[in-house]
C-alpha cells in the first residue's frame, strides 16, 4: 500500500516480529543479564529477577529537528523520531533477542526526505534473535540493518550531522529480512578482518521508496582493520569495508549493489568515506522515469571530517553525492555541502546545528538550507 500525506499507518513486517516475539519468549523463561552497553550514558531502565539478577533492558532516543532551507517558504520544527529498543540476553551471553520500534515522520521534503513530514509511520525497525558461539561466529535471524557503516551507525546519537547523507538507503537499502552469519577475527595485535554474509528477503531496488519484498537478495561486508596495537600513536583507527548486494527487483530484474567504505581516526580528527554503486537506476513513476530506466546505474558517495575541538564540541564538514540515474540528468541528482557543529554537554545529549549548500540537476535550482537537532537518549 503506498503510503500518502496526513496517514497514520501501522507496519509491521511479520516475520521479524514474530522472530522476535518468540525470542523474547523463549528466553523468559532462564536468568538474563543487562545489555553490555554504555549505561551510564543510556541510562537504560533494567527489570530485575526476583533473585535481582537483571533480566531485561530497555532505552531509546528521542529526536527533535528544525530544518528550513531557500527554496521553502519557511522552516520547520518536529518530533522527527522516537525509538525504543528492548534487548534480552542469556546469563551465559548465548542467546540474545533485540528489537528497535520507531515512531518516524514520513512523507517529508519531495528531495531530501530525511527531513521528516506530516505522516506518522509506527514500524519495527529492526529485530532479530542471534546465537554467539564465539566472536569468531554469531547466526542471526529476523530484520536486519544492512551491515554498511552508516546504516550500522545511523542513531542520531552516534551521527555528527542532523540529516542523513543523500545516498543513504538510496542506494543500499537499509534493512533486510534475512539470516546472517557474522565474526571477528583478531590477532594479538588487533588486527584482523570482520565478516557478515546475509541472504534472505530483498527490497524493492527499482522503486524510489525501496520498500521490502518477498524477492530472493543475499550478500556480505568484509571489514579490515588495519591500525594495530604497535602501529603509530597518531593512528587510532584504519578500517577498509567491501560490501556486496545480489538482488531482484518486482520487475523481475536483478541487479549488483558494491560499495566501499572507510573509518579513520587520526587523534582528533575522524574520516568517514562511503561509496557505492547500483546496477539498476533508481526510478519513481513519472512516464519519463519508468520509460528510462535502464539507461543507467545509480551511485551515490560521502566523505565527512569531524576534528574534536573539546570533550564536548565536534566540527564537521561534510560532500555528498547522488546520482539516481547516471545515463540521463534527473531532478532527483543532487550534490550537497555540509558544514556544522555537534555539542554534547553530557553523554546522553546531542545538540548539533548545520549549513549546507545543494546543487541539485537542472531544472531545480541550487539552495541553502540549515538543519538543528536535539537528540536525547533515554
Known amino acids: 500500500m503506498k503510503l500518502t500525506r496526513e496517514t497514520f499507518r501501522m507496519r509491521f513486517n511479520m516475520i521479524p516480529v514474530v522472530v522476535s516475539l518468540a525470542g523474547f519468549m523463549a528466553l523468559g523463561g532462564v536468568p538474563f543479564r543487562v545489555w553490555a552497553g554504555e549505561e551510564e550514558d543510556l541510562d537504560a ?107 550500522s551507525n545511523h542513531y542520531p546519537n552516534l551521527t555528527m550531522s542532523t540529516l542523513a547523507p543523500l545516498m543513504s538507503g538510496n542506494v543500499f537499502p537499509k534493512s533486510i529480512v534475512a539470516l546472517q552469519a557474522s565474526g571477528d577475527w583478531w590477532n594479538a595485535n588487533d588486527r584482523g578482518l570482520s565478516y557478515a554474509f546475509f541472504a534472505g528477503g530483498g527490497a524493492n531496488t527499482a522503486l524510489m521508496e525501496l520498500e521490502q519484498n518477498d524477492n530472493p537478495a543475499a550478500g556480505g561486508r568484509l571489514t579490515f582493520r588495519l591500525a594495530g596495537r604497535d602501529g ?13 548486494l545480489v538482488s531482484e527487483n518486482d520487475l523481475d530484474q536483478g541487479e549488483l549493489i558494491f560499495g566501499l567504505d572507510s573509518q579513520i581516526r587520526l587523534g582528533r580528527l575522524e574520516i568517514l568515506a562511503e561509496f557505492a554503486r547500483g546496477s539498476l537506476p533508481r526510478v519513481d513513476n513519472s512516464l519519463r522515469s519508468r520509460l528510462d530506466q535502464e539507461e543507467g546505474d545509480t551511485v551515490g558517495a560521502y566523505l565527512q571530517a569531524a576534528y574534536r575541538l573539546s570533550d564536548k564540541w565536534h566540527g ?17 541528482d543532487e550534490t550537497r555541502h555540509t558544514v556544522g557543529a555537534n555539542f554534547r554537554p553530557r553523554p546522553n545529549v546531542s545538540l548539533k546545528l548545520e549549513l549546507f549548500h545543494s546543487e541539485p540537476e537542472h531544472p531545480r535550482d541550487s539552495y541553502d538550507g540549515v538543519a538543528a537537532s536535539v537528540v536525547f537518549n533515554f
Open 316 to 332: 564537521f564538514y561534510r560532500y555528498d553525492y547522488l546520482d539516481f540515474n547516471d545515463g540521463i540528468p534527473t531532478p532527483r
Open 45 to 151: 531502565l533494567a527489570l530485575e529477577s526476583p533473585g535481582g539478577e537483571r533480566q531485561l533492558s530497555v532505552h531509546g532516543y528521542a529526536d527533535l529537528q528544525y530544518g528550513g532551507d531557500s527554496s521553502e517558504q519557511g522552516g520547520s520544527f518536529i518530533q522527527n523520531e522516537l525509538s525504543v529498543f528492548v534487548r534480552a540476553t542469556t546469563k551465559d551471553e548465548k542467546w540474545t533477542a533485540f528489537s528497535e520500534i520507531e515512531f518516524d515522520r514520513i512523507d517529508g521534503d519531495v528531495y531530501l526526505t530525511d527531513r521528516g513530514g506530516k505522516s506518522i509511520e509506527v514500524e519495527m525497525e529492526t529485530g532479530w534473535v542471534e546465537f554467539r558461539d564465539s566472536d569468531r561466529f554469531r547466526l542471526r535471524g529476523g530484520k536486519l540493518l544492512l551491515p554498511q557503516y552508516w546504516q
Open 232 to 244: 603509530p600513536a597518531w593512528l587510532d583507527t584504519l578500517d577498509f569495508s567491501l560490501s556486496t
